[in-house]
Each structure stands twice: as structure tokens, then as C-alpha cells.
């Protein structure tokens, strides 16, 4: 064998041995772990966010001709959020640019992946997989908020010179709390961080003076809190959909969420 097909051997060996090092470092090292299909989960037809805590959230993503569901989704920055994916009718793909997060929407499956969105910025959505007439029109987007304070061009707190607990990480109301919003189906609409989602954010709502449908004010009260339980659609926030439906629920569970609700600051 000549010299030159030898070396050309071997050079091929290392390179081989260096990709399968690279995957292992991936997953090991960086603890990349690749997408995947979730067979435990029943696929889903409406898009749907839950807010699962501070800065975590679960998104159900429906691909269909020829949008996104939700198409569009505001989240602050840093958080983590679960993705689940499927479609309602044919073969999609699934982008987020700037991101490596790429899947495959399947019409009867459920793929999953998970990513944190470390900076602020528009981050597109898009479908990847020839799937009809409107397939160069089928996008999304993926708001990724900055921290409110640099949004107002406030003064951060520790340049002030006094020190104020980080609210940051600090969960707004407590695990039993959240596990009743949650239960209730609260947080799939309204978030507790201010997140505009598709109800008013429940952040510091109590005592809020809020504009409604026809443009009389209403100060957030027990009353207020309480009948938008039990009657959602009495009064509705200016600007957002009329789509609450009652849940069912003990009037113990109700004075429960009157309480959690003021709480939230
Ligand atoms: Cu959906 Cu292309």
C-alpha cells in the first residue's frame, strides 16, 4: 500500500474518532440532549401556554395550514420553556431561528424539546417542510421580553445604593398556591409576572384600576376578583378576548383564589 493511501487511513480513523468524541462531550460534557418523540402524551389540537412558575413555562405548539398555534408568544427573558409540538393535519417543520431547537410537527405525535432563551429579542418561527400552497407564509414568533427594569430605563436597584432582595427567582405565591392556579386552569391564561398572555397578567392586579369593554374604569376589588371567577364575562379588560368559561369549583376553593389572586404582587 502506498504511503500517501496510508496516511489517508488513518487521517479518516481520527477524524471518525473525533466526531464520536464530539457526541460524547455534547452529551455529557455541554448536556445536550436531542429532541425527541413522547409517546406518554395524547397529541393535542388547540395550542395552549402554562405558566408552571417564575419564568417557566410549557407551550403546546399546533402546526396547521398554514400557522402556528400560539402564534405568537411573549415570555421574559431567561426563561425555560418546555415545548410540545404536534399538527392538526400534515407534516410540518418547526424553527426556532437563532436557536437549535428544530422538530418535526406530526399529525398523531407529540415531539418535544426544551430551551432557555438566555437573550432578549424576536425570535421567528418557522415551517421548514414543503406543505402546501401557503407553506412560505407559515410563521410564528417567540417575544423574548427584557427584565422590566431596563425596559423603563429605571434605575437599577443595586446602583441606588440600597439593598432590596432580587425578586428575580423568588416564586410569586407559594407551591400550594400555584398548584391550585394551575389546577384551576388559571395560568394557562393569565400569567403572575406581568407576561401579557391571553388573559390580564395577575401581577399586582388587586387594587388596579382597570379600563373595560365600554370604557368605564373598575378598581380590582374582592367583588371584582370574585365575580370574574365565577362570571368571567360581566367584565371584560379592555383589549383582551372574551373567552373565559367558568371552571368548576367549591366556594372553598373560590375564597382560596380571591386570597391568592390579592397576594400577587
Ligand atoms: Cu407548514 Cu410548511
Redesign the pocket.
Known sequence: MDRSEKMAIWFAVLLMVSFAGALVYAFFGLNIRFPGCVTDRTPFTKGKVIQRGVGEYEVQYV????AFEPAELEIPVGSKVDIYLS?ID????FQIKFTNVNLM?VPGAVNYAQITFDKPGDYPL???????A???N?MGMIRVKPRESSLSGAVPESDIGIEQPKAEGQPAVSEASMALLNAKGCTACHSLDGTRMVGPSLKGVFGREEELEDGSKVTVDEAYILESIKNPMAKIVKGYPKVMVPMPMTEQEIKQLVEIVKGIR
Open positions: 402546526a396547521k395550514m398554514w399538527s400534515v407534516n410540518h417543520g410537527a418557522v415551517c421548514h417542510e414543503y406543505c402546501g401557503g407553506h412560505q407559515m
